[in-house]
């Protein structure tokens, strides 16, 4: 291990041991600062919500600083320049995603504490053996099925966690091996990617039903969507993700199955309690439309059953074992969505974009093809769940523009926001960084090979599909 020179007499001590990176962020940042009180503030001007809106983009893909750190930074820049109104600065903390964040960290923090990760990974692992392209298709398929079970992606990723790592561990994959990093990778995006094409399995879709309802004035039905989008956003994408991680992380276990540890013979008590709790939970999230309770709070008080003294669900001080890192980076990139969207930036740059597109009444495959990359690139701006809040208030000007009825205009959405380019636009695997020992590197190396593959392979399928079922054009 490299260790640090003491301080020696006569020599004082560095004022600031900057990486180069961490310098350039610092300029950046003080830059913003300077430039925030010099322009002229909302609603006169977007200059103000456009500069914190795109340094929080920049650090955020770049990396450069703690994600944490950057949501600090948003928040004290946002606020310091009066770049936006507090409630939408703070939006993120009022957020069902954040409150999701911390109740799913509650429930895996139980899991790995009662051993009920180990015994659902020591359960799938016979099933897999030592063949690592089983072990994707079978993540892969449990993650995609998970969706139709429980509605928020959030609390999906939160729950998988623990059990893709017991199961990696179960499998025989070292802890930073290809083989590990493929196995959480197959499950975490298994669970998110096809959900899009689910009502209502994240955030976006949510928000993408409230929008459309109220502009259209009518509730989008379940069983068509589903139809029009999952065969190709849901399950053809699953396909696609499985035969790019089987060649990107081919691994052979490099410890032999059935390690230390792993459970054997009957349950304890401590894992049916959780066990039992889960399934009410999983039970009351399937079943939301019905009781109206929201899944942030259905987690929730899942969350403080698990905290509560004497549960023997978690350890001593399991308040101070959580991690409270992702929370401040999904209540973030929450509220850059807000202030982007409630300012008008995501319609300033959506309007613009609008004025050059070549959009033709006679040629619907590339009046396709330009909706969903205008939504594509909105969810670059305003991220995933800022995309139907600002599209559908354009679907009149779209639909007059295209020839094309409002809801197929408004359906285009969806190829939008589901096409995932960099990690910062989705909480969910922002959370799965943070909180899963997955690299950053490897989930945006992901995200754009399946953008690329989605844009260049399926959107045209979806076309096709689309023109089969008669709402192209």
Known sequence: MQRTAPDTPGRPPAFLSLAPRQGIALAAILAAGVALPLVPAPPQSLARPAIVVLLGIGLWTTGWLPEWLTALVFFSLCMMGKA???????????????????????????????????????????????????????????????????PSAMGRVMLLLPILTALADRLGYRPGSKGRRGVLLAGIFGTYLPAFAVLPANIPNTVFMGTVEAALGAPLRYGAYLLLHFPVLGLAKAALLVPLLIAAYRDTPQLEPNPAGAPVGKASAREIHLAVVLVLAVGLWATDAWHGIPAAWIGMLVAVWCLFPGSGLTGKNPFSALKFEPIFYVAGIVSLGAVADHSGLGRRVANGALAVLPFAHDSPARTFGLLAGLSTLVGLVVTLPGVPPVMTSLTGTLATATGWSPQAVAMTQVLGFSTVILPYQAPPLVVAIQSGGLAAGDVARLCLVTAALTMAVLWPVDYAWWSLLGWAG
Request: no cysteine; net charge positive.
């Open 84 to 150: 936006a109104p507090p409630a939408d600065v703070f939006a993120g903390f009022a957020s069902s995603a954040t409150w999701l964040v911390l109740s799913g960290a509650a429930i895996g923090l139980a899991i790995q504490h009662t051993g009920l990760g180990v015994r659902l990974a020591s359960g799938l692992a016979p099933r897999i053996g030592r063949s690592f392209p089983r072990a994707v298709i079978v993540v892969t398929l449990f993650g995609l099925a998970l969706t139709f079970a429980m």
